[in-house]
C-alpha cells in the first residue's frame, strides 16, 4: 500500500514538472530533485529500476501531450499570450510583496492628494485659519479707597458728572467729587481677541473686552450689579503691515509709542493711523535700530464743525543692546488740537463741543455755557496740551541667582513729560483769570524679578515714585489707578508679583497720593488681583 501511495505522488510531482520544465530554472531544479528522489527509492528497493522506468516515461509522455495540446489551442487564438506556470507558494509570496507595495505607495498618494484637495489634515486647512493666534485675559480685583481724614469736603468738582448731567444742580451730590467715603469694591477685567496673518506681511486683529461706556482708560466691569449684564465692547479692530523696516497699522490698535502710564493709560488704545520706520544698524561691535513713529488719531468728529479734535504725534528713538543689557529710548511730540474750550456768546449754544467727552481730574477747566445761570454749566478745557515726552527703559539682561531656576531681571524705567503748548495769556482770555503754569511730570520705576510671573514660584517686585502737575497732560488718557485717576498728584506705589500656577499669578499693588495744588486730598488704595491668561 506504501509503495502505490508513493509511486503516485512522484507521477503527478513529475507530470506537473516535466511539461513545463523549459519554462523556469526553477521548476527544473525541483524536477531534477524528484529523479534523486526515484534513484534513492531504488537503491532503498522500494520500486524498482523498472518501475521507476516506467514513471518517467509515463510522466514525459503525459508532459509531452499537455504540451502539444497547448501549442494547439494557441494556434487556435490568435493574439493569445502564454502565461508561465507559477507555483502556488509563489503566488501567494508574491501577492503579500505587491500587496505591501501597493499599500505604502498608494497611502503615499492619498496623504498626499487629502493635504492638497482637504480632507481634515491640519495642511488642507485655508492659511489664514491656520496662522489665527487666540488670546484672552482675565482680571478679577479687589479694590480699596481710603481716603485721607483731613480732606477738604466741598471743594473739588466732579466735572464729568456735571457736564452728563447738564449742569451743577442737576448733578445734585454727584457734582462733588468723593473724598472722604472709603470705598471697597471688586472689578472684573476680560479680554478676548485674535491676531491672523492674511498674507506674507499683512495681518488683522480684533479683542472684545468689558468695560464702561464713555470711559476710554478703564475696561473694569464692577462686581454687583445684577439688575443688567456686562457691556461689552470692541475694544481692537484694526489692519496691520509688517515688514523689516516698515510697521503700519490702521483702525483701533494698541499704543504705537514707547511710553507709560504717566502720559497713556495701560488700557487705553488709539484710533487712526500709524506707521513706525525702522532702521538697523550696527555700532560699537553690537547690533542696534533706530524707529521713527508718527500718527493721526481722530478723538472727536464734529459734524457741524470743521474744528475737529485729534491728535498729532510723532517720536524718534532708538533700541540698543548693550552685552546682555538692553536700552529703549524715546523722544516724542504730542499734539493734541483743538481740545481747549471756546466760550459761547451770550445765550448761545454753538460753542458746546469743545467741550470733553470725557475727563477725569485735575486739568484747569472753566465754563462755557455763558448764560449767567449759577446752577447751570458746561465745563471744558482751558489750555492746549502739546507734550513734549522723554521715555526709556533699561534692562539688564538675564541675571542668574543662586540657587534660582529661573534668571532676573532689573529694570528702570523713566518718563518726564512737559506742556509747551500752555499759554497764560491764553489761560487768561479764556477764563479771566490768570492761572500759573504747571505742567511738568515725572515718574520713575525700579524693578526687579522676572519679565513674566505665569507660572508657579515666578515673582517681581517694583516700586516707583510719580509727580504729575495740573496741566502736565491732559487728565483724561493718564493712569486711571493713581489718586483714581487725572492729574495734580504726587506719591509712590508698590507691586509684588507672584506666579501660582502655569498662566495663573497674583499681584498685590499699594498706591498712595496726595494733591500738589490746592487743599488736602490724599488718597491711599490697596488692590489684590487674581489673573489668568493664555
Known sequence: MRKVAVVALLMT??????AHAEQTEELLTLRNTMVSILEKLVADGVISETEARAIVDKAEKEALEEFARQRQSEAAKPGAVRVAYVPQIVKDELRQQIKSELKEEVSQEVMAEARQDGWGVPGALPAWISDITWRADVRVRSES??????????????FQAINEAGGIAAAG????????????????????????RVSDHWSMGLRITTGNEGNPVTRNATLGQYDAPWEAFVDLAYAQ?????????????????LSTNLVFDDDLTFEGLSATGL?????????HRAFLTAGYFPLDEVELSSR??????????????????????GLAYYDFSNVNGTRNAPGSTKEDFTAPS?????????????????????FALAAAYQLVDVAFVFDSGPLQMPGADDPIHVKVTGDYVQNVGYDEQDIFRATGTMVPDKTDGYRLELSVGMNDVDRFGRWRVAGELRHLERDAVMDAFTDSDFHRGGTDAEGW??????????????????LTANEIDGPPFGIDIVQVDLNTKF
Open 13 to 18: 510531482l513529475l507530470t506537473g514538472v516535466t
Open 145 to 158: 479707597v481710603l481716603f485721607a481724614s483731613d480732606n477738604t469736603e466741598g471743594f473739588y468738582r466732579n
Open 173 to 196: 451730590q454727584d457734582a462733588l467729587l468723593n473724598v472722604s467715603e472709603d470705598v471697597h469694591k471688586m472689578t472684573e477685567r476680560l479680554r478676548f481677541g485674535l491676531e491672523t
Open 241 to 257: 503691515y509688517r515688514s523689516k523696516y516698515l510697521v503700519f497699522s490702521g483702525g483701533r490698535f494698541a499704543n504705537p509709542f
Open 279 to 287: 532702521l538697523p544698524f550696527e555700532l560699537w561691535g553690537a547690533n
Open 308 to 329: 475737529d479734535k485729534y491728535l498729532l504725534a510723532a517720536q524718534l528713538g532708538g533700541q540698543f543692546t548693550l552685552g546682555g543689557s538692553s536700552l529703549s529710548l
Open 358 to 378: 470725557f475727563v477725569q481730574k485735575g486739568n484747569t477747566m472753566f465754563d462755557i455755557r455763558n448764560d449767567l445761570q449759577p446752577d447751570t454749566g458746561l
Open 493 to 510: 506705589a508698590v507691586d509684588v508679583l507672584y506666579g501660582i500656577a502655569r498662566n495663573t499669578w497674583m499681584r498685590l499693588r499699594y
